[in-house]
């Protein structure tokens, strides 16, 4: 995976967690089962990529020089279980409703190839 978190060692990690500065949550945020080869490809195209743990936030953020972009994953299950709002929870629709900016939904390695390409080249 990406270098999202360079320079940050255990040690720094583990004296943030005995200062009460930072939890690590009980249960692991649920992934999209499609997740892994998007990043794979949003990086292929030159991206950082970052994963997000956060109820209603977009699942990746993804950084270049000057740019940064918001990528809600869109899996199978997800788009089943929540068909009516295009696959987003409502946490997500709630917080799509409120960004500023534009949410980028992708649900394949292609979506994720285009965007990433587009984006990169400003023609997004």
Known sequence: ????????TEDDLTGALRRNEMSIP????????N???IIEALEYTGWTVCQ??????????????G???LVEVLGEAKVKKYRKTGGLTPEQME???SWPDRIHLISTIEQAIDLGVRERDGAG
Not at 1 to 8: E, L, P, R
Not at 26 to 33: F, T
Not at 52 to 65: E, H, I, K, S, Y
């Open 52 to 65: 997000v743990n956060q109820t209603g936030f977009p699942d990746l953020v993804c950084g270049r020089p």
């Open 26 to 33: 009980k249960y692991a945020a649920a992934r999209d089962e």
């Open 1 to 8: 995976m990406s270098g999202c978190y360079k320079g940050i």
């Open 67 to 69: 740019k940064v972009m």
């Open 95 to 97: 917080f799509h409703r």
């Open 35 to 37: 997740e892994p080869e």
